[in-house]
């Protein structure tokens, strides 16, 4: 009984040999392709993000030479 539950585990372990390198091609690939998709999803996000502080920034920068120039005219008055 011994040996048959030996081959039978032998079998098994050469057929999920087989069968991951088989696979393991389509696996690689699908791997890199999602992680592609998901490197393209983070970098629209960060760009995203960044573009809206960018433009609160400008709009600070605005502001503040907008109260300089003020500041200036007054000196000049």
């Known amino acids: ?7 039978n585990s032998e ?3 050469d057929l999920r040999s087989r ?5 393991q091609p389509l696996v690689d690939s ?7 998709q998901v ?3 983070v970098d629209d996000r960060v760009e995203t993000l960044l573009a ?3 433009a609160v920034i400008e709009r600070a ?3 503040l030479d907008r109260e ?10």
């Open 11 to 13: 079998k098994s372990q």
């Open 19 to 23: 069968l991951k390198q088989f696979t």
């Open 30 to 36: 699908l791997d890199t392709k999602l992680r592609d």
């Open 68 to 77: 300089v120039r003020e500041l200036k005219e007054r000196r000049e008055s």
């Open 52 to 54: 809206a502080r960018l």
């Open 1 to 7: 009984m011994n040996d048959t539950n030996d081959s």
């Open 61 to 63: 920068i605005a502001d």
């Open 39 to 41: 490197d393209h999803r």
